[in-house]
């Protein structure tokens, strides 16, 4: 896009600069230099060296010989003097950018066809603004140095108080900061910078532009050119977005009074029909429906503002205009406020499900539990459920359509230069822990969403049961009609668990007690004992216990056995015939009472699975365990004993995005994997002496494994091809 389009998809025909540049007569030039006398003095201008040691004895008339001198010089002669100045100025405040030389700015204006009367600087600036604007300046583009250059820190941002005039005045006008304070990069954290200065009520669309995309002292037409193309579109941007949000702003409170006042007009029968009647039919809260209910009201009516208003709909024509301008993008972290409104489009945080107990829907994302692993570095790992979501979604019978849903898992994005995100992985919307993660469509589980169900029965989120969890109150009814099945079993598995722990330790305490020293000759293992009275206690809710193991009676010479050299010297030997007999048939009543365990272990187990034929990224949560209660040393337990999946909910992804997920998910199991070519030559090229000649219209298939020869048939017909 040309620069004179550019101009014009702003309104634009006029275009005033203010700046020091300008600054081109001896006695402004000498105003400026008194004003930064310590730049001038290390400059090494060599009109200036006699004269400014006299300074030191007639300071008052310094400001004279310097007009003085600087009408003396020849024109060229200054523009020389004011780039030294102005390369002195940087040196000494650091800045990052060079000015632009005294032909850029030439070229600058010209480009911009810039008239002289409208080359301002600071003196006398708010008048003729003050003039402009009430002359109409719709038309009018100004660009605004930042910085005044005559010392005063109240002149560092003195280009701002030109914006607070123009916003003041009420300029119709666009206007932008252009300095060479700042680079590329900064632009936006200037941008903030100086917002953060504006008072409360000094609301002007704000713009920065570093002069470091002029590219150097003295850039050449095209970069210039470029650049401000780039200026244009940015302050556009600003202006237009600035002016749509100043028109809604007062318009905001008006439409939500008149939303609650419809409301509370509505009588309460068919209020209860339209909140709560609602509410349990759709299985959710009532704050939901009202919500629902306010949103939609003042987004009709900001809707219907946007394309009514002249205002709104010049300021939507320009935005539009200005799509033609291309800007690149710019190497800089994300933004927080982008990410802010993004994530609010897209994410629902875990406090706000949780703690409403929300129940579990398809796009609802779970991460490992760290607080359940040993190991401090686990790394933290993300999923998401997906699915229909009138399958996933719980009725207010406590009834669904699905009893699975999918999970997938969570991945970093690729690093730059590593191969791209393909069909098989779909990039999320919104913003985790400074990343945008991607979703890994290639390893699914199918999980059991009767267990996931836990998550919305805790404030926590936790997929996990805890011994005298109890249902908590501002459960939807659906919710309160599965907790007691959904807990139930759970509960008396850790009784079972708790009592098998104990029944255990009691039975390894006792076999280590009722053991007695034998003789080397013949040895009693001592662990044997300890292994059977653990399995002993091995039991699952519904199962009988195994009856007791009783320790063979020592021997009188036993302790005797191993007091002396003896026990040393003795070689081993098989235990004696009836300790054998007596260790066999403990066992062998341990293996009969367990058998008719095995088919209620099973049932348990299998209520225990949440991952069907998970890969390995679900491996630590594919089946759920118990786990003891925690405690510290001479303390109480801070975590209850429980059954525990290692997850917990920490998000959700709302719809119509998790819906996108859905699709892409059956797009991607649901293609063409292979070409025809690849699965006819098994993904390679088939051995020569395997394969028969393809003539025009045969098919040359691999020989997965030698056949052999086929018999010759009665008739004498050669075999059939296929």
């Known amino acids: 896009m040309k620069l004179e389009a550019a101009l014009h998809c702003l309104g634009g025909t006029r275009v005033i600069w203010i700046d020091d540049h300008f600054n081109d007569t001896p006695a402004q030039l000498a105003t400026m230099f008194i004003a930064n006398l310590e730049k001038v003095k290390v400059s090494g201008v060599p009109e200036f060296a006699d004269l400014l040691e006299r300074d030191e004895f007639e300071p008052e008339a310094t400001e004279g010989r310097l007009v003085q001198a600087l009408t003396d010089m020849r024109e060229d002669r200054r523009d020389e003097v004011k780039a030294i100045f102005f390369d002195v100025e940087k040196a000494v405040e650091g800045f990052p950018v060079d000015e632009l030389s005294t032909a850029a700015v030439e070229r600058a204006c010209s480009l911009l066809a810039i008239a002289d009367k409208d080359r301002w600087t600071f003196d006398g600036v708010e008048q003729k603004i003050r003039d402009t604007v009430r002359e109409g300046d719709g038309n009018v583009s100004y660009i605004v140095d930042l910085k005044e250059s005559r010392g005063t820190r109240s002149l560092v941002t003195r280009g701002m108080d030109i914006l607070k005039v123009l916003a003041t005045e009420g300029s119709r006008g666009t206007a932008f900061i252009l300095t060479h304070e700042t680079v590329i990069a900064n632009e936006g954290k200037t941008e903030v910078e100086l917002r953060m200065g504006l008072e409360p009520d000094e609301d002007i669309p704000l713009c920065v532009i570093s002069k470091q995309r002029l590219a150097g002292r003295d850039p050449d037409t095209e970069v210039m050119e470029?650049?401000?193309r780039v200026a244009i579109k940015r302050a556009g941007l600003r202006?237009?977005?600035?002016e749509v949000l100043t028109k809604a702003a007062p318009q905001v409170p008006r439409w939500f009074e008149d939303a609650r006042g419809r409301l509370l007009r509505i009588p309460p029968e068919r209020l209860d029909a339209h909140v709560v009647e609602r509410g349990y039919e759709e299985g959710v809260s009532e704050l939901h429906v009202l919500e629902r209910t306010l949103t939609a009201h003042m987004a009709q009516k900001m809707r219907s503002m946007f394309a009514t208003d002249e205002t709104v709909r010049a300021s939507s024509e320009r935005l539009r205009a200005l799509r033609g301008?291309?800007?690149?993008?710019?190497?800089?972290?994300?933004?927080?406020d982008l990410v802010a409104f993004r994530n609010a489009e897209t994410w629902e945080e875990a406090d706000l499900i949780n703690a409403s107990f929300a129940p579990i829907a398809s796009g609802d994302v779970f991460e490992l539990d760290l607080s359940e692993f040993s190991n401090k570095q686990m790394a933290r790992k993300r999923f998401v459920l997906i699915g229909q979501a009138c399958e996933i979604?719980?009725?207010?019978?406590?009834?669904r359509g699905a009893r699975t849903g999918i999970l997938l898992p969570l991945k970093a994005p690729p690093k730059p230069g590593e191969e791209k995100t393909g069909a098989k992985q779909y990039v999320l919307q919104c913003t985790l822990d400074g990343v945008t993660p991607v979703v890994d469509l290639r390893n699914p589980a199918t999980v059991d969403l009767s267990i996931m169900d836990l998550a919305s029965f805790r404030s926590d989120g936790a997929v996990r049961f805890d011994k005298g969890q109890a249902c908590p109150a501002g459960l939807l009814p659906g919710q309160v009609r599965i907790y007691g099945e959904r807990?139930?079993?759970l509960s008396d598995y850790v009784a079972a668990c708790e009592d098998k722990a104990a029944r255990a330790a009691a039975a390894v305490a006792a076999a280590k007690a009722a053991a007695r020293p034998r003789p080397v000759a013949a040895p009693v293992p001592e662990a044997a004992f300890a292994v059977l009275a653990a399995n002993a206690g091995d039991a699952v809710p519904g199962a009988p216990a195994a009856p007791p193991v009783e320790p063979p009676p020592a021997t009188p010479d036993a302790a005797s056995a191993l007091d002396g050299p003896a026990s040393v010297e003795a070689s081993p030997a098989e235990p004696p015939a009836d300790l054998r007999a007596e260790m066999e048939a403990a066992i062998e009543r341990l293996r009969d009472a367990y058998k008719d365990q095995a088919s209620t272990h099973g049932a348990v187990?299998?209520?225990l699975l949440l991952a069907v034929a998970s890969p390995d990224d679900f491996k630590n949560v594919?089946?759920?365990?118990?786990?003891?209660a925690k405690a510290a040393k001479g303390r109480p337990p801070h975590v209850p004993a429980r059954v525990t999946w290692r997850l917990i909910r920490c998000g959700r992804i709302r719809e119509p995005f998790a819906a996108d997920i859905l699709s892409n998910y059956l797009a991607s199991v649901g293609r063409n994997a292979f070409e025809i070519d690849f699965v006819l030559t098994g993904g390679g090229a088939a051995p020569a002496a395997a394969a028969k000649p393809a003539g025009p219209t045969a098919v040359a298939l691999p020989a997965l494994s030698p056949a052999p020869a086929p018999a010759a048939s009665s008739g004498g017909e050669a075999p059939a091809e296929v």
């Open 487 to 489: 807990t139930g079993w």
């Open 622 to 628: 594919a089946v759920g365990g118990f786990e003891p």
């Open 605 to 607: 187990a299998r209520r």
């Open 393 to 399: 979604g719980l009725r207010p019978n406590g009834k």
């Open 325 to 336: 301008i291309k800007l690149a993008p710019v190497e800089a972290p994300p933004d927080e």
């Open 239 to 242: 202006r237009g977005v600035h």
């Open 226 to 228: 470029e650049a401000f």
